[in-house]
């Protein structure tokens, strides 16, 4: 981000409309990787932290689809924050949060168990949605 990056924010409804696409597909190759990865022989750690990867990816593409007038740092800062919320919860014990992550919507969005590792992959996760994006917009552009 050596002042190569433009902290100029793309046209709004196009972006919001671009990155909710681009949510979808990550959310359809979480899921593929969550249900398809140890059939297809991919180890424990490529499932699990690939999806945690792509979670955050996606966290990124929808702060994005929802705040289109932000600029990618700024997105990036908000999905990390989003994300690093997320992991801490999973600190928090309660009967009925329990319950919830005990089904599968609650696996996918909230996760069950604390990782340091997760936050890493969300990290990266952020940056390859900023990385993708950028991509994108540029293809719009030129």
């Not at 990787?33 to 990867?53: E, I």
């Not at 989003?82 to 801490?88: M, P, Q, T």
């Not at 069950?112 to 900023?130: E, H, K």
Request: net charge positive; with cysteine; hydrophobic share 60%.
């Amino acid at each position: 981000m050596h002042g190569t990056q433009s902290t100029t924010p793309v046209a709004p409804p196009q972006a919001s409309l671009v990155r909710a696409a681009l949510a979808l597909v990550v959310i359809a190759c979480g899921l593929a990787l969550r249900w398809y990865g140890f059939p297809l022989g991919l180890s424990a750690f490529v499932v699990k932290y690939g999806g945690s990867l792509l979670w955050a990816t996606m966290v990124f593409f929808l702060v994005g689809a929802l705040l289109p007038h932000l600029t990618r740092p700024q997105i990036a800062g908000i999905a990390a924050a989003i994300a690093i919320v997320v992991e801490l919860s999973r600190l928090v014990h309660t009967p009925w949060l329990d319950a919830f992550r005990l089904t599968t919507a609650g696996a996918l969005l909230l996760g069950r168990i604390f990782s340091l590792w997760n936050i890493v992959a969300y990290a990266i996760g952020i940056v390859f949605g900023a990385w993708i994006d950028r991509l994108v917009a540029l293809r719009r552009v030129g």
